[in-house]
């Protein structure tokens, strides 16, 4: 009999047909999330689950799987959905999608830049209101990259792939990050030389609202904040408020502090761009990471071994 496994959402063509060659894989058809109740009830028995970072996973979800659960595979790089501990003690291998995500968050992370400091989005809507406009010196204008600082906070291998890229824009690149690397620099510095600051650290309670009012206070009054990472690690209405008050010039947002929900604030103001979390939303990344989900569910459920993508290798340990 083949393994049964849970998919919370709709996944690529190519990975559907890889958990159907393996399992007896029951995929939610939805790009919506599934209620709590339904999540806890589509796991029960199951022994390998696809989770999204939309969905928490904890000893309650665990409970509902049943003592048959041995992997859970979350479709993200961010972990912090998961109770990573508790799924350790208790014998569950925990995956997830790091590496094959990399370009396409660092390439979002540079489109939303470009689109803040160009104004490409406020343009958009300007143009779709039919307001009057034409080509005029003093028209619109933006601000370049070139000769920028860009303050890179939490330089992993997504800020440091999006560092490699602003430099082909002639930025100058400055992190604040735990490992010594050139251009090392303590935080309050980077907030004070940024004329971009960027965030790609994990969600973590060290960087639950690492970005706050003194923060937001303590940066340039031209510098802009991206935020690809996680809501949390900004004080959305600190945000709003600096904002409004002319402490930073704008932001350009892929995440939000209690997502899918936005801030009332940020949508009345013209100096920010907002995604719907597209990070790394491409064909390719949302793709490899699928097969990246299916072949951690295979090497524990079919092959007995350790997905090279575990987080807590420790887990299959607890049991043996
Ligand atoms: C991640 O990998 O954690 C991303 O946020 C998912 O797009």
Do not use: K
């Amino acid at each position: 009999m083949r393994p049964r496994v849970h998919v919370t959402r709709r996944v690529p063509a190519r990975v559907r047909a890889a958990l159907d060659e393996s399992f007896a894989a029951d995929v939610r058809d939805s790009e919506l999330p599934p209620s709590r109740a339904e999540l806890l009830a589509a796991s029960a028995g199951c022994a390998g689950l696809v989770t999204t970072p939309a969905e928490r996973v904890d000893g309650e979800l665990l409970d509902a799987a049943g003592p048959g659960l041995a992997v859970i595979a979350n479709y993200g790089v961010g972990l912090d959905n998961v109770d990573v501990e508790v799924a350790t003690r208790r014998g569950v291998l925990v995956a997830n999608t790091p590496g094959v995500l990399t370009e396409a968050t660092a390439e979002l992370t540079i489109a939303l830049l470009l689109a803040l400091v160009r104004r490409v989005a406020e343009g958009d809507r300007l143009i779709r209101r039919r307001e009057p406009w034409t080509l005029a010196p003093t028209f619109m204008l933006g601000v370049g990259l070139q000769g920028r600082t860009l303050g890179i906070v939490g330089p992993g291998r997504i800020g440091s792939e999006v560092a490699r890229l602003a430099t082909a824009f002639g930025m100058h690149v400055l992190h604040a990050g735990r490992r010594p690397r050139p251009g090392r620099v303590p935080l309050g510095e980077l907030f004070e030389r940024a004329h971009v600051v960027s965030l790609h650290a994990p969600l973590t309670p060290e960087t639950h609202h690492l970005i706050g009012r003194d923060e937001l206070r303590a940066m340039r009054a031209d510098a802009v904040l991206v935020n690809v990472s996680r809501g949390p690690v900004v004080d959305e209405r600190a945000l709003v408020d600096a904002l409004r008050a002319g402490e930073i010039a704008g932001a350009a947002l892929d995440v939000y502090e209690r997502e899918p929900e936005v801030e009332a604030g940020l949508l009345e103001l013209e100096n920010v761009v907002l995604a719907p979390h597209l990070g790394s939303a491409t064909v390719e990344a949302r793709e490899a990471m699928g097969m990246l989900c299916v072949r951690a569910l295979r090497a524990v459920l079919l092959e007995g071994g350790q997905p090279p993508n575990a987080v807590n290798p420790d887990a299959l340990r607890t049991l043996s």
